[in-house]
């Protein structure tokens, strides 16, 4: 077996690699660079299965270019057909609208949607070959997995975008053996904070701005991030939350696939006790007295979050509590930086204090040493980060055959 590494490898986006069994030719994941002129793979030859782990654009947002050839099938779990559909449409809207090319044609995003099947957690997939793979839970954002090949007695594991930490929406991620482990590497570097102080210092800064009379802006992401804000919320807070955005639409799809979370239960409770937004006036309440609002964009690129922070600017009224990395180049990233903001092409200068808060969907540093002793394979490669080499160098020290791979290097497994 050979594993061409076509993108996300010593780097983070377009995550795609192609999985050549001989007989088979898999791609697993097929992402865009989002924030470096929509970069996509280049894809060598033809594609026979593609597998996507989750809805994340830098794993999902050039599935499309897995059609440029030919027509494979191509699998995802339940909600993140749903979920992607929402972000490959965003995408478009947003490059559209920014005068950007896509690496793709409207015409593949159809045959996509043609040849998409859907596949539960713990399902096997038998191939024509005999080989056979498997979504397992990744626990890092609604419907996302791991893939678990099998090809005989060799078996692979990618694991995607990971989390087995502890979080409110999710259940960690659970290793299982393999003989080789593709693993992401994005915080092999630096450690999270226990989940539970976090969580306590963002409801204590939620409190306080309140009692202050103050408006509490929380950017979140769409895709799991709002809603773990949410439950976090309804834990720790009796404060009025509204949330809007795209958020909100992910909502939706998470209700409609309860078995995908860890307490639907929970969940549906924190649903009914938050106003989303429907229009002019549901703003006008959120306003009306302090209250926490959760939106998109993450980053602040845009979204009802970016109009928030002008409004409460003006009038000094309100906290900004980051809830995720911002990414060089984003308002987010220039908001903590410098304090400025790009709206309608003007820049701002904000004066609200803005706090940042660690509620990463990713496995942390400590996390994933002891992932790779757990799952104990004969080789990891080590992919998804900024220092995978780094990584790939310690878990040497520690006697596994690890590489590093760029983009483009093929590797026998
Ligand atoms: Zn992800
Ligand atoms: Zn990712």
Known sequence: MDLHCLGGSQEVGKSCFLLDTGELRIVMDCGMKVHDHNEGPVIPGKVDVGIITHAHLDHSGCAPLLYKRNAPKTFCTYPTRPIMDLLLADSEKIARAENKQLPYASQNVKQLDKHLACLGYDEDYEFKDGSNFRFLDAGHVPGSAQILFKKGKRKVLYTGDFNTGYTRLHHPAKPVKADVLIIESTYAQRDHEPRKDVEKAFAREVEKALGD?????????????????????????????????????????????????????????????????????????????????????????????????????????????????????????????????????????????????????????????????????????????????????????????????????????
């Open 213 to 413: 009379g103050l408006t509490v802006l929380v950017p979140a992401f769409a895709v799991g991030r709002t809603q773990e804000i949410l439950e976090v919320l309804r834990a720790h807070t009796k404060a009025p939350v509204f949330v809007n955005g795209m958020g909100k639409k992910v909502c939706d799809i998470i209700m409609d696939y309860p078995s995908y979370i860890k307490s639907p239960e929970n969940f549906a409770e924190t649903m009914r006790n938050v106003t989303i937004i429907q229009g002019k006036s549901d703003e006008k309440k959120a306003f009306r007295e302090p209250s926490v609002i959760v939106s998109t964009a993450g980053m602040l690129d845009g979204g009802p979050m970016l109009s928030y922070l002008d409004k409460c600017n003006q009038k000094n009224s309100a906290v900004v509590l980051l809830t995720g990395y911002q990414v060089e180049g984003t308002n987010g990233y220039s908001l903590v930086n410098e304090g400025r903001v790009r709206s309608e092409g003007i820049e701002k200068v904000i004066q609200l204090p803005v706090k940042h808060f660690d509620f990463s969907a990713h496995s942390g540093r400590i996390e994933l040493f002891n992932y790779v002793d757990a799952v104990n394979p004969e080789k990891v490669v080590c992919v998804h980060g900024d220092a995978c080499k780094d990584f790939a160098e310690e878990l040497k020290n520690e006697g596994y055959d690890a590489f590093a791979p760029a983009v483009g290097d093929k590797i026998k497994l």
